[in-house]
């Protein structure tokens, strides 16, 4: 029962987390130097680009922008960034919040396909894991040759949580599988002790 409850909790967070990484507007995060306020903030995500001068998000800051409408204000954003290393990890970010929802559907059912249950939570956590593949894409490293290192952001962070939650949500399920196929064959032995026991009683 106790294994049953934290798979339904941990892929209810991991589902939750899931979807504040693959629709964030702030994946990833960096600094840079604006002519006009200073020191500012910059956040890139999967929907787009949010800006706000640092500590002052919620009184100057642009919220989830398209990319286009920062090629004018930052020249190296010129075209598209977006390589497909970037799309490949917005695709896992978008599996892994899909199978999350089937996931945490199928984990409020009885004990029966727990091990089916406990392989696609295995596999939506490799899926989350995979989200991170940003760090790797050229937009990373683009905004990395003009100063601007970008680092986890609220949408990463999310991701990371997310990845812990997918995990221990199929450790849980998988024990509740590992449990449920030994209570079966306890059960198988019940109902076969009384079937040897009629046979020798033949026998005899």
Same mark, same amino acid.
């Given at each position: 029962?106790?294994?049953?409850?934290?798979?339904?909790?941990?892929?209810?967070?991991?589902?939750?987390?899931?979807?504040?990484?693959?629709?964030?507007?702030?994946?990833?995060? *960096?600094?840079?130097?604006?002519?006009?306020?200073? /020191?500012?903030?910059?956040?890139?995500?999967?929907?787009?680009?949010?800006?706000?001068?640092?500590?002052?998000?919620? /009184?100057? *800051?642009?919220?989830?922008?398209?990319?286009?409408?920062?090629?004018?204000?930052?020249?190296?954003?010129?075209?598209?960034?977006?390589?497909?290393?970037?799309?490949?990890?917005?695709?896992?970010?978008?599996?892994?919040?899909?199978?999350?929802?089937?996931?945490?559907?199928?984990?409020?059912?009885?004990?029966?396909?727990?091990?089916?249950?406990?392989?696609?939570?295995? &596999?939506?956590?490799?899926?989350?894991?995979?989200?991170?593949? +940003? &760090?790797?894409?050229?937009?990373?490293? +683009?905004?990395?040759?003009?100063?601007?290192?970008?680092?986890?952001?609220?949408?990463?962070?999310?991701?990371?949580?997310?990845?812990?939650?997918?995990?221990?949500?199929?450790?849980?399920?998988?024990?509740?599988?590992?449990?449920?196929?030994?209570?079966?064959?306890?059960?198988?032995?019940?109902?076969?002790?009384?079937?040897?026991?009629?046979?020798?009683?033949?026998?005899?």
């Amino acid at each position: 029962m106790c294994n049953e409850v934290v798979t339904v909790i941990c892929s209810l967070f991991g589902w939750i987390l899931s979807a504040f990484a693959a629709f964030s507007c702030f994946f990833i995060e *960096g600094k840079f130097l604006d002519g006009q306020f200073g /020191s500012s903030s910059i956040g890139v995500g999967f929907l787009g680009i949010s800006t706000w001068r640092y500590g002052s998000f919620y /009184s100057h *800051g642009s919220w989830c922008k398209s990319w286009e409408s920062y090629s004018n204000i930052i020249e190296f954003m010129e075209g598209d960034l977006r390589d497909s290393t970037w799309t490949a990890a917005y695709a896992f970010a978008i599996i892994a919040f899909c199978l999350g929802f089937f996931a945490v559907v199928f984990s409020f059912c009885s004990q029966k396909g727990r091990g089916g249950l406990a392989a696609l939570l295995f &596999f939506i956590t490799l899926c989350q894991g995979l989200s991170l593949l +940003v &760090f790797s894409s050229d937009v990373v490293k +683009v905004f990395a040759a003009h100063g601007i290192e970008l680092g986890i952001g609220f949408g990463a962070g999310c991701s990371i949580a997310a990845i812990i939650f997918w995990f221990f949500a199929a450790v849980s399920a998988a024990g509740v599988a590992k449990n449920g196929d030994g209570d079966s064959d306890a059960s198988r032995e019940e109902l076969e002790e009384p079937l040897v026991a009629n046979d020798e009683a033949e026998a005899a």
